[in-house]
Nanobody, 127 residues
């Protein structure tokens, strides 16, 4: 599967932005879909994940401000970001793969090694 992100750009502190990720190629509705972000010099961190049954999990730093959603018919993943802060500035990546087992999900959803398919990223700059 090939993933392409869009929707990034500059935004004022307190503003909102909606990221999109579209997929082509081999696709499974049973994929877990996730958003990650990375700042230069730091490790890529998991932001949010949505399971095939629409169960959502968020990193503590974005809970209540970001909302992840998916549209399987369109092979699309979205991230609605609100109340943006300068510390949200990063390159944002979407990722896809079969979900970790239920027993491991809580400790694996935010690990980059859990996803084999990645987009190229879209930059979000908050100032």
């Amino acid at each position: 599967v090939q993933l392409v992100e869009s929707g990034g750009g500059p935004v004022r502190t307190g503003g909102s932005l909606r990221l999109s990720c579209t997929a082509s190629g081999e696709w499974y509705d049973s994929y877990c879909l996730a958003w990650f972000r990375q700042v230069p010099g730091k490790t890529r961190e998991g932001v949010a994940v949505i399971e095939p049954d629409d169960v959502r999990t968020y990193a503590g730093s974005v809970k209540g401000r970001f909302a992840i959603s998916r549209d399987n018919a369109k092979r699309a993943l979205y991230l609605q970001m609100s109340s943006l802060q300068p510390e949200d500035t990063a390159m944002y990546y979407c990722a896809a793969d079969f979900c970790p087992s239920a027993a491991d999900f809580g400790t694996r959803w935010y690990r980059t090694a859990s996803y084999g398919h990645w987009g190229q990223g879209t930059q979000v700059t908050v100032s």
